[in-house]
T-cell receptor, first 112, second 113 residues
Framework: QQQVKQSPQSLIVQKGGISIINCAYENTAFDYFPWYQQFPGKGPALLIAIRPDVSEKKEGRFTISFNKSAKQFSLHIMDSQPGDSATYFCAAKRDNFNKFYFGSGTKLNVKP | DGGITQSPKYLFRKEGQNVTLSCEQNLNHDAMYWYRQDPGQGLRLIYYSQIVNDFQKGDIAEGYSVSREKKESFPLTVTSAQKNPTAFYLC????????????FGEGSWLTVV
């Protein structure tokens, strides 16, 4: 059973637009939700993360919105730029457990 | 510089051969992981290790083997039993248990010819 479901699989956004990627999780014991950004041929790198005790976290143009009751969280990229074109993965984890559960990834293409 | 080093970056394997992918980290992390990524696919966990001389199977361990003899090293062997080994392989590490950030290497491309 897939623990973290991510959508859409791919996304095309015009420069300056808002990119939105959604994730849903099953296990209510998860208490850490990071987003990773991966450029072609590179390993993923941590972008931003949130805990379920807050509903929103913002870092620059990147915002995570978290809905604990719906077991959903999303990444919003404001003023999307061509340099944001990458694959984005959501993930979930329990504190004091080593296993990370990743979504299937979203390939974002920001057109100039 | 601290980080995770994977080698080789590109590797070609003939059918029936075993190959070993190297992963070394100098982050002093206890936990290490191997993921497989197929084009357009997500990250699938192959094996992970929480401490030296201990490792657990992930979701797709069949056809793979690992060892963890040193804290900084976690090599992955892709055996001939792995029927479809062509993929991008990612090694990662984290602080064990309390570590909530997983750090990835640059990856290794394996192609079967």
């Amino acid at each position: 059973q897939q623990q973290v479901k991510q959508s859409p699989q791919s996304l095309i956004v015009q420069k300056g637009g808002i990119s939105i990627i959604n994730c849903a999780y099953e296990n209510t014991a998860f208490d850490y939700f990071p987003w990773y950004q991966q450029f072609p041929g590179k390993g993923p790198a941590l972008l931003i993360a949130i805990r379920p005790d807050v509903s929103e976290k913002k870092e620059g143009r990147f915002t995570i919105s978290f809905n604990k009751s719906a077991k959903q969280f999303s990444l919003h990229i404001m003023d999307s730029q061509p340099g944001d074109s990458a694959t984005y993965f959501c993930a979930a984890k329990r504190d004091n457990f080593n296993k990370f559960y990743f979504g299937s990834g979203t390939k974002l293409n920001v057109k100039p | 510089d601290g980080g995770i080093t994977q080698s080789p970056k590109y590797l070609f394997r003939k059918e029936g051969q075993n190959v070993t992918l190297s992963c070394e980290q100098n982050l002093n992390h206890d936990a290490m992981y191997w993921y497989r990524q197929d084009p357009g696919q997500g990250l699938r966990l192959i094996y992970y290790s929480q401490i030296v001389n201990d490792f657990q199977k992930g979701d797709i361990a069949e056809g793979y083997s690992v060892s963890r003899e040193k804290k900084e090293s976690f090599p992955l062997t892709v055996t001939s039993a792995q029927k479809n080994p062509t993929a991008f392989y990612l090694c990662a590490s984290s602080i064990a248990y309390s570590g909530n950030t997983i750090y990835f290497g640059e990856g290794s491309w394996l192609t079967v010819v």
